[in-house]
């Protein structure tokens, strides 16, 4: 069981709908939990970050961690063409350095 | 935003030849950290530096990668004799502490092609 499993997509979604992405896990010491955007070609650029389990909001995105399930989600309100990128999942472990282990990637489109 | 940048955004390299990878992480920030990108695939963590030592390293960061903070500015990675395998985007990242509260952040990446 790969440690981070993430449906690679691609998700393609009309603008202004809500998008949901997910993760699951498999290693029960990951305690933080972080979206990445990803453009074409460029690096992942942090979204949101959170501790243990619940949920957190910035603007459109909410971050949702349920650790008893090892589940993950983004969600996205109000989406447009710009928020079309690859959005990756990584999570952390408390102590041992700050290693993150990354999942695939969903790929987004919003359409028009 | 301060960013972290780095350079060439792509090197092109043949097999067997040395390749110098070059990040200018976030000022603030003392922790330094070297992500590869095979293309399709998911990013891995390959090395953590900090106070001019190697933290933490893969598996996959093996003798023919080197890691070195030759300034107060730059944060370098170093492909001995490249081999196809090595193709991939290498991320920089940087964070202010080293601990699971600080978030990393990542450079553009830095696309290296052996050929």
């Known amino acids: 069981q790969k440690e981070v499993e993430q449906d690679p997509g691609p998700l393609s979604v009309p603008e202004g709908a809500i998008v949901s992405l997910n993760c699951t896990y498999s290693?029960?010491?990951?305690?933080?939990f972080m979206w990445y955007r990803q453009y074409s070609r460029k690096g992942p650029e942090l979204l949101m970050y959170?501790?243990?389990?619940g949920n957190k909001e910035d603007g459109r995105f909410t971050a949702q961690v349920d650790k008893s399930s090892k589940y993950i989600s983004l969600f996205i309100r109000d989406s447009q063409p710009s928020d079309s990128a690859t959005y990756l999942c990584?999570?952390?472990?408390?102590?041992?350095?700050?290693?993150?282990?990354f999942g695939t990637g969903t790929q987004l489109k919003v359409e028009l | 935003e301060p960013e972290v940048t780095q350079t060439p955004s792509h090197q092109v390299t043949q097999m067997g030849q040395e390749v110098i990878l070059r990040c200018v992480p976030i000022?603030?920030?003392?922790?330094f950290y070297w992500y590869r990108q095979i293309l399709g695939q998911k990013v891995e963590f390959l090395v953590s530096?900090?106070?001019?030592?190697?933290?933490?390293k893969s598996e996959i960061f093996d003798d023919q990668f080197s890691v070195e903070r030759p300034d107060g500015s730059n944060f370098t990675l170093k492909i001995r004799s490249t081999k196809l395998e090595d193709s991939a985007m290498y991320f920089c990242?940087?964070?202010?502490?080293?601990?699971?509260?600080?978030?990393?952040?990542f450079g553009n990446g830095t696309r290296l092609t052996v050929t």
């Open positions: 990242a940087s964070s202010e502490r080293g601990t699971g509260s600080s978030p990393l952040h």
């Open positions: 290693n029960s010491a990951f305690q933080y």
């Open positions: 959170t501790y243990s389990s």
């Open positions: 990584a999570m952390k472990s408390t102590g041992g350095g700050n290693k993150l282990t």
């Open positions: 000022s603030n920030h003392l922790y």
């Open positions: 530096f900090y106070n001019n030592e190697i933290s933490e």
